[in-house]
């Protein structure tokens, strides 16, 4: 790896923009990417003009290396020198193209994931005085903890911090799902998860996971993992809480209609489609385990509306792949599609 290479991936992996020795910016930035095994996936990687003059693809170049989750092993998958030659290496040969949807879009299209391909993906693109660098973590059903689950946060219409723990039982059942272990917080906390609202676990005990640490969510200078705020009266006191959603056993899809929807117009579609409405538990997992991405706003079972995204990108979720709640809204509002459920036969 080149020495520019290392000196970005030690010091700017959360994202940021430095200057390097000559006064060039150069902008570093991490997205997460979910896909199941044997499908094809688009990692993105855009280039951020700060200097050169826009000329096409002519004289950038462009070139993509993977690197192991613990950074021991680094592998070469594809260079492209000014959008006239691409050359893909290894197990990527054949396998990797780029995408370029326009002049300033390097993403890389992979098919036939496997588990191999679980890793950091690193962008790095030269045009003139631009040097941008992009890492893209892969997340492929069936690596270590993913392949069970998902874990998600869960709050009801009413709020924050509005359950017991028996209410808490409740809304993960209604949602497909059942109140996470602190096992499977711990798993989702390694891959990622942070979410500065505490929740309950199924063992009695609050908690919540922080990746990144901050000021309302135990202090900046404090250090990232579990928050535990031990165990709580199961009666009397309310929080929210976190769920957990197995594998999918069914469909999980957005059903074309020609109108938006009102919550009961959306339970109905369903039905004419010999579905039901989608449970957020649901729509978690085909996020996280089956890497379902669309950028449509659309009704659940639980009243709330939400989108899921796993390839981040502009006026959907443009920071990090995420299930995205638009709120709890009017359930008499047209504004908004549905999603549904067919349960295996």
């Known amino acids: 790896m080149s020495t520019l290479l290392s000196l970005v991936l030690s010091l700017t992996l959360a994202s940021s923009v430095y200057s390097d020795t000559?006064?060039?910016?150069?902008?570093?930035?991490?997205?997460?990417?979910?896909?199941?095994?044997?499908?094809?996936?688009?990692?993105?990687?855009?280039?951020?003009?700060?200097?050169?003059?826009?000329?096409?693809?002519?004289?950038?170049?462009?070139?993509?290396?993977?690197?192991?989750?613990?950074?021991?092993?680094?592998?070469?998958?594809?260079?492209?020198?000014?959008?006239?030659?691409?050359?893909?290496?290894?197990?990527?040969?054949?396998?990797?193209?780029?995408?370029?949807?326009?002049?300033?879009?390097?993403?890389?299209?992979?098919?036939?994931?496997?588990?191999?391909?679980?890793?950091?993906?690193i962008c790095e693109v030269i045009d003139g005085f631009d040097d941008n660098i992009h890492v893209v973590i892969l997340e492929v059903q069936g690596s270590v903890g993913y392949s069970d689950g998902v874990v998600f946060p869960y709050s009801p219409r009413l709020g924050r911090y509005n359950l017991n723990f028996h209410d808490a039982e409740q809304a993960c059942l209604g949602q497909d799902a059942t109140v996470a272990s602190f096992d499977q917080l711990y798993e989702a906390w390694r891959g990622g998860l942070d979410w500065c609202n505490a929740g309950w676990l199924s063992d009695g005990t609050v908690q919540y996971p922080i990746t990144n640490p901050r000021g309302p969510c135990g202090g900046a200078n404090s250090v990232a993992g579990l928050r535990n705020y031990g165990q709580r009266d199961k009666s009397s006191s309310r929080f929210d809480v976190f769920c957990f959603s197995g594998a999918l056993r069914g469909e999980f899809y957005w059903l074309v209609q020609p109108n938006r929807l009102t919550f009961a117009e959306a339970v109905l579609a369903c039905q004419d489609d010999g579905a039901e409405i989608a449970k957020v538990g649901q729509m978690y997992a085909a996020w996280k385990l089956n890497g379902y991405d669309r950028c449509d706003s659309g009704w659940l079972a639980d009243g709330s509306v939400r989108y899921p995204i796993s390839r981040p990108r502009k006026n959907c979720s443009p920071t990090e792949a995420a299930v995205r709640l638009v709120g709890f809204p009017d359930k008499k509002q047209k504004l908004y599609g549905v999603y549904c459920f067919k349960g295996q036969q």
């Open 22 to 121: 000559n006064g060039a910016a150069s902008q570093s930035s991490e997205n997460r990417v979910f896909a199941s095994h044997g499908s094809n996936v688009t990692l993105p990687c855009r280039i951020h003009r700060e200097y050169g003059v826009n000329f096409g693809r002519l004289g950038m170049k462009i070139k993509w290396t993977k690197m192991s989750m613990d950074e021991s092993v680094e592998e070469d998958v594809l260079e492209s020198m000014g959008g006239l030659h691409e050359n893909s290496y290894g197990s990527f040969q054949g396998r990797v193209h780029l995408l370029e949807e326009d002049d300033d879009d390097a993403s890389l299209i992979l098919t036939d994931v496997s588990q191999d391909d679980v890793g950091k993906f």
